[in-house]
């Protein structure tokens, strides 16, 4: 029996001599399928099952089985600018492969968020921005809410003065340890909370009332590390390129 729903495709690796593994996610959750011919130069379905592009698929779900055959596929949404471009690449690789890695039961929220994200990107909202919104999105499905109120530690609303990684919020002047803990500035522990408050529909708000830079997503890949996925290569990757674009 073949079903067809719109998948946005996360990863996609060659296999064989001229096949395609692709991990996908639809409004259903993840998809593991095989593009039989989508490594051959005449191959239909290869434009429209690129990284980051959204596509109307059909596949056979005969059996119950973890890896589907794609049999059609119809491209939605091609995002060829980000694979172009290599922060944009960064980012939206980084976002997808923190998808993979995620065990899920239903994908709507994520298929949702994700789209949304990578539309953002492409359309030239500022990259570090909708990646911290996306980390603070997923770190609260996980479970991870960092304290944005007041200190970590003890509470108090004043003098806030950094962010305790291992503790998982703002900390005050008094409880503040230099070796543990990251300052921050006033504005970047303004960005801090306003992030960690938002939903999806406020990226273009979170675009449009600061200035995001690697800092900021990288107090929330830290989190993300310290709470959840350990190591993830694009986090790695972007890390390097950080130093050099922008
Ligand atoms: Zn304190």
Not at 22 to 37: D, M, P, T, V, Y
């Amino acid at each position: 029996m073949n079903e067809q729903c719109d998948m946005l495709v996360l990863s996609y690796k060659e296999y064989r001599e001229h096949d395609a593994l692709i991990c996908g996610l639809s409004e259903q959750g993840k998809i593991n399928l095989i593009a039989r011919g989508a490594n051959k130069g005449n191959s239909k379905n290869a434009g429209a099952i690129q990284p980051y592009s959204l596509a109307r698929i059909l596949y056979n779900a005969h059996e119950q089985r973890s890896l589907y055959t794609l049999k059609t596929a119809q491209g939605l949404k091609s995002r060829r600018h980000l694979r172009e471009h290599l922060l944009l690449s960064a980012i939206a690789s980084l976002i997808c492969e923190i998808v993979v890695s995620q065990t899920m039961d239903e994908g709507s929220e994520y298929f949702k968020i994700v789209d949304t994200c990578l539309d953002a990107l492409e359309k030239g909202t500022q990259p570090y921005g909708v990646l911290c919104l996306f980390l603070a999105l997923h770190l609260r499905m996980q479970g991870i809410y960092p304290e944005v109120e007041g200190c970590v530690r003890c509470g108090s609303r004043e003098h806030i003065q950094g962010i305790s990684i291992c503790d998982g919020g703002f900390v005050c002047h008094s409880c503040y340890r230099c070796e543990d803990d990251r300052k921050r500035t006033k504005e970047q522990l303004k960005k801090f909370r306003l992030i960690n408050h938002a939903a999806i529909e406020h990226l273009s708000i979170i675009d449009d009332s600061a200035s995001w830079d690697y800092e900021d997503a990288d107090i929330l890949l830290s989190l993300l590390s310290e709470y959840g996925n350990a190591a993830l290569k694009s986090a790695v990757f972007l890390k390097n390129i950080s130093k050099f674009t922008y």
